[in-house]
């Protein structure tokens, strides 16, 4: 009977592992005398530590797949406060001869629920070519069924199996709360723009395994591959309006895509020129940092102290305590958002079929006023 599992977030200093680990961004570094080390990142679907190999050779740094599955023997220590593995023995292992459900983490949201709101909220965009071209994208099973499976990044934010679904319906959320507050900002074009600025990562990740980068995700990235897409989709979106996608508006959704990012330093192919623009990028980092921020510091699965370690997003350490919880509340410890337990299987893509189509019926219209783009906008439907 194999042993059981002992997952990175319950090790303590001390402890001993001898099991199937991720590697990934593995390194070949020398001390100051010369002698190689490896540094890496390992980690379970609990967990990811800071990993050292000391005494190594380039033969054992080429021995180690650049991102996969390897076993690992080693110990958990402390330093600076915070737990890292010493890697004092790596063997090849076979797939099929490990459980990859206690590797890779997943959402511990319902995937098919997320799914619906998705469809729900891009359902609600009024202006006719913004929803005909949306619901091109929830027409492609394939897309969609990807969408809902693939992280939204190889190990910053949401990096776990359903994280670009979950990162993207929070972004959505966020903003369709507060588009009420800002007259004149585009409630169809942030939650458009929202819902594509990511899409690609479809495409530019792998995850049939460690997460990683395609060649095409290297070579192209999906910022620049989420806003060639739309020019596919707008024609599709053409043949079934009977009539062009206005092509400001095809710029301006792609514009939003190619700025999310915010600064060309971060990856943006432009910076933020419209109001949309601008909210879009705010929303979605807001909640790339929040989840960072929040798996860092709060949950069972942070390490001891106070502070974290050095984190770079966020340009130093971040404390941990919550020293504001309500009166009459025990000092329990939530659940932390990189924490994952076993979950049912994804929802297949039938399950994932795109919403029913937009009603036939002759639309009643009426002029826009809040953005020359958009000509004429439905009647809100109650």
């Given at each position: 009977m194999p042993n059981q599992r002992l997952f990175l977030r319950d090790c303590a200093s001390g402890d001993c592992i001898d099991d199937v680990y991720v590697i990934t961004q593995k390194q070949l570094a020398a001390t100051a005398t010369g002698k190689f080390f490896i540094k890496a990142f390992v980690s379970d679907r609990s967990q990811q530590l800071n990993a050292r190999m000391w005494n190594a050779t380039r033969?054992?740094?080429?021995?180690?797949?650049?991102?996969?599955?390897?076993?690992?023997?080693?110990?958990?220590?402390?330093?600076?406060?915070?737990?890292?593995?010493?890697?004092?023995?790596?063997q090849a292992v076979k797939e099929g001869t490990f459980d990859i459900g206690e590797l890779l983490p997943q959402t511990e949201k319902d995937i098919a629920e997320m799914c619906r709101k998705i469809h729900e909220l891009c359902g609600s965009i009024q202006n006719r070519h913004l929803a005909a071209?949306?619901?091109?994208?929830?027409?492609?099973?394939?897309?969609m069924a990807d969408f809902c499976k693939a992280p939204a990044a190889q190990g910053f934010h949401h990096a776990f199996i359903g994280g670009l679904l979950e990162h993207t319906l929070n972004a959505m959320e966020v903003a369709d709360a507060i588009v009420k507050f800002y007259p004149g900002l585009s409630r169809d074009l942030l939650l458009a723009g929202i819902f594509l600025h990511d899409i690609a990562k479809t495409w530019e990740l792998k995850y049939d395994s460690a997460f990683g980068y395609t060649d095409g995700g290297q070579l192209v990235g999906h910022i620049v591959k989420?806003?060639?897409?739309?020019?596919?989709?707008?024609?599709e979106a053409e043949s079934l309006l009977g009539e062009p996608i206005p092509q400001p508006l095809i710029d301006v959704l792609q514009h939003?895509?190619?700025?999310h990012h915010g600064e060309p330093e971060f990856g943006?192919?432009?910076?933020?020129?419209?109001?949309?623009?601008?909210?879009?990028?705010?929303?979605?980092?807001?909640?790339?940092?929040?989840?960072?921020?929040?798996?860092?510091?709060?949950?069972?699965?942070?390490?001891?102290g106070n502070w974290t370690e050095y984190m770079k997003a966020f340009s130093g350490k971040l404390y941990r305590p919550d020293v504001a919880l309500a009166d009459g509340v025990e000092h329990e410890t939530p659940q932390a958002p990189e924490t994952r337990s076993n979950q049912p299987a994804l929802a297949p893509a039938s399950a994932l079929?795109?919403?029913?189509?937009?009603?036939?019926?002759?639309?009643?219209?009426k002029a826009a006023i809040s953005n020359p783009l958009f000509e004429t906008v439905p009647k809100h439907r109650s």
């Open positions: 033969e054992i740094f080429a021995s180690i797949p650049d991102s996969g599955y390897i076993r690992i023997r080693g110990r958990i220590e402390n330093y600076q406060n915070n737990l890292q593995l010493i890697i004092e023995g790596i071209l949306v619901q091109c994208y929830l027409d492609d099973e394939k897309l989420s806003a060639m897409w739309v020019e596919h989709k707008a024609k939003i895509i190619l700025s943006a192919a432009r910076v933020p020129s419209t109001p949309e623009a601008i909210a879009v990028h705010v929303i979605e980092n807001f909640d790339a940092k929040m989840m960072m921020a929040l798996s860092a510091t709060r949950g069972h699965n942070v390490s001891e079929a795109p919403a029913p189509r937009r009603d036939e019926a002759p639309l009643d219209l």
